[in-house]
């Protein structure tokens, strides 16, 4: 009994496709519909379980993960809690600097000679009262302070540094909801640094007013002269430069779309405080207006419901925007693929990024199924479409006949035997003492002691012809079979036809396997009866709209057929839901619903004609209605074949088992 061990997923594990287990998912989906492009995309969408029962994710379980992940960030973060961020910030800046005026001043005060009254201390009593009357006047927003203290004159050096790096990470922040890593780019954004952002943006400006009216701008000159500004991987046209943006503005937009409107209110206050450069102001909101034009980013906002704890600054809630945006795309594109649009277009790389290195596998598995059965020899390309060799018709027959055998109570199934005495072909285990004609299949040790019986315990032993005995022998049958298969629209609205196709195939497989000098056709009727090929089999579907259920025409089809063979073996095994409702008559198919006398009864004269010719018809009933009990009773009647009601779980073990039963019966 194999022993499984579990552990947790390290990236080392095992995850290499085996494309015998890729065909074994596969094959119910192609019994179903047909189709072995369908059951791939089935199978992609799904996964399977794979023998050692380890799951293998399809398409919707790794949308579900993205999901659960952006749940997870949501579930943690607090959003509103960036503007306390800039607050505490704002409030150390301003708790330094009274720190910095009260040193300022002790230190004056103490280098002034003792009993006198220092001009230059009383002057440093009047300014440093007046920057503490300035900084108790702050406004109570951040915004507000932040133009407030923009025009202050700071005393403590270390305020004014703090000041400084708050006043670039915000105007960071402005950029880099235009542009990726700008900010990282011009780290100190001195005057002269956003004097060069604005002749970018200006520039940048010119040219998608140039595409506007149609002209092409020379996006060439613009990275040459501006290329440092976007790190080492510039953008190589303008059109991504203008998604990176467009991607940009919508991480922003979904950032205060996600805030209260009093929260989104002062952040936009806040950032719209932080540039002092009016024309750069002018440049960024014509940029904005621009490229919502050319590219409308409605499609990437998103509102994200936050309900976490844990506190952000706004530069880590502009990396979860980020996130979350590129979480949004994986789902999009994942459910792109499981619509069928290909798995090109999922960025596999971002999906490590976010969900790890399992999910990165699954993903390159996933895109690698159909060139693994192809070099395998399973499946073939024509035209835009994938079609199954014969080598995988046999794999599914085999997984089918496995399938049905697997719900039987293990027996030994040896091969089909008749009820003649005789010389025969195969050797049974039993013995018997031997008769003139006999095949001499000598069982030497019987032989022997029958000797040692007759003439006793020595040597040498003594035989004669009374003494010898042989295996017995079986008789084996050559049979030809047509499986007569309703193809009708009931038994698709039903669920029985995907049962009836698997045991189809199983049966092919049993005879081929098991029986090789067996014959078997395979006739599907609906208004018209029609020969199948087992390729033809494995991709046939139900005819919705071909109504009627024509089995005169599908006995007519299969006399003609065994017609072939010289055996005294003819079977027609029939599988069917409905009764007749369709019958030829002068070249053409005529249906009606119920069926007319005259339908069943050229239907039962082909019956006649069946039971002439030595054909037993067994039938096999999916259905207990009165009209299709009452019409197979008299069918059976005619011919003497039996009937089984039966249902599509139970179908395979009813016939396959009946077949075996036919060929096991021992020499009377």
């Known amino acids: 009994m194999p022993i499984y061990r579990y552990s947790e997923w390290d990236g080392t594990q095992d995850f290499n496709l085996d494309p015998d287990e890729l065909l074994k998912a596969l094959s119910d989906d192609v019994l179903a519909h047909g189709d072995i492009s369908q059951a791939l995309r089935q199978l992609l969408r799904r996964g399977f379980m794979r023998p050692d029962g380890t799951r293998f994710m399809g398409l919707q379980e790794l949308m579900q993960r993205v999901r659960q992940a952006r749940q997870q960030r949501l579930d943690r973060y607090n959003l509103g809690s960036i503007l306390d961020d800039i607050r505490k910030k704002l409030e150390q800046v301003v708790q330094t600097e009274r720190q910095g005026i009260e040193r300022r001043l002790a230190e004056a005060r103490a280098q002034a000679p003792q009993g006198t009254d220092d001009p230059l201390v009383k002057l440093m009593e009047k300014v440093a009262q007046r920057k503490l009357d300035y900084l108790d006047q702050l406004p109570p927003d951040p915004a507000g302070q932040i133009k407030a203290l923009s025009d202050y004159e700071f005393m403590d050096s270390e305020a004014q540094r703090l000041f400084q790096e708050l006043m670039q990470m915000l105007q960071g922040q402005v950029m880099d909801s235009f542009f990726r890593n700008l900010y990282q780019q011009i780290q100190s954004l001195t005057p002269e640094d956003l004097a060069r952002i604005r002749q970018m943006v200006q520039e940048l400006n010119r040219m998608l007013e140039q595409r506007m009216r149609g002209q092409e701008p020379d996006f060439d000159r613009f990275i040459r002269q501006f290329g440092d500004m976007f790190g080492p991987n510039p953008p190589q046209t303008l059109d991504e430069l203008l998604e990176q943006m467009r991607q940009r503005m919508a991480m922003m937009r979904s950032l205060l779309d996600s805030l209260s409107p009093q929260q989104r209110q002062a952040l936009q206050e806040l950032l719209e405080s932080v540039l002092k450069d009016e024309g750069l102001r002018q440049e960024l909101a014509a940029l904005a207006a621009n490229l919502e034009y050319l590219m409308p980013s409605d499609d990437l906002r998103n ?22 945006q590129a979480l949004d795309r994986l789902e999009q594109q994942l459910r792109a693929a499981e619509q069928g649009r290909g798995l090109d277009e999922v960025d596999a790389e971002k999906l490590r990024e976010l969900l790890g290195e399992e999910a990165h596998r699954m993903m390159e598995a996933l895109r690698q199924m159909a060139r693994l059965l192809e070099e395998a020899g399973y499946i073939r390309s024509r035209g835009n479409r994938w079609e199954l060799t014969p080598r995988a018709m046999r794999k599914i027959g085999q997984k089918a006949l496995y399938d049905i055998f697997n719900q039987i109570k293990k027996d030994r199934f040896g091969k089909h035997e008749t009820a003649y005495r005789g010389p025969g072909n195969e050797r049974a285990e039993e013995t018997k003492p031997y008769e003139f004609g006999d095949p001499f299949h000598l069982q030497l040790e019987r032989t022997l002691m029958n000797s040692l019986i007759r003439e006793g315990p020595k040597v040498p032993v003594k035989l004669s012809p009374n003494d010898f005995e042989v295996y017995q022998t079986r008789h084996t049958s050559q049979t030809a079979t047509v499986m007569m298969l309703d193809l009708s629209w009931s038994m698709g609205l039903r669920g029985n036809f995907f049962a009836a196709k698997k045991v189809a195939l199983a049966l092919s497989q049993l005879i081929k396997t098991q029986f090789p000098r067996d014959v078997l056709y395979i006739v599907g009727f609906s208004r018209y009866a029609r020969q199948l090929t ?93 009209y299709m009990m009452e019409f197979v009773e008299q069918l059976a009647r005619i011919n003497k074949g039996r009937i089984f009601y039966t249902t599509p779980e139970r179908l395979g073990q009813y016939i396959l088992v009946d077949y075996l039963a036919n060929k096991r019966r021992r020499i009377a």
Do not use: W
């Open 303 to 324: 509102r994200y419901p936050f309900r976490g704890d844990e506190p952000l600054s706004l530069q880590e809630a502009m990396r979860l925007m980020e996130e979350l």
């Open 534 to 626: 087992e390729q033809e089999l494995a991709e046939a579907t139900v005819d919705e709209y071909s109504y009627g259920t024509n089995i005169q025409h599908a006995f007519m089809l299969a006399q003609r057929l065994l017609a072939k063979h010289n055996t005294a073996n003819k079977q027609i095994i029939m599988v069917t839901d409905g009764e007749p409702t369709s019958h030829i008559e002068g070249g053409r198919a005529f249906f009606a619903y119920p069926p007319t006398l005259r339908t069943l009864q050229l239907t039962l004269q082909e019956a006649r004609n069946c039971t002439r010719q030595g054909i037993i018809i067994n039938t096999f009933m999916l259905d207990r209605s009165f």
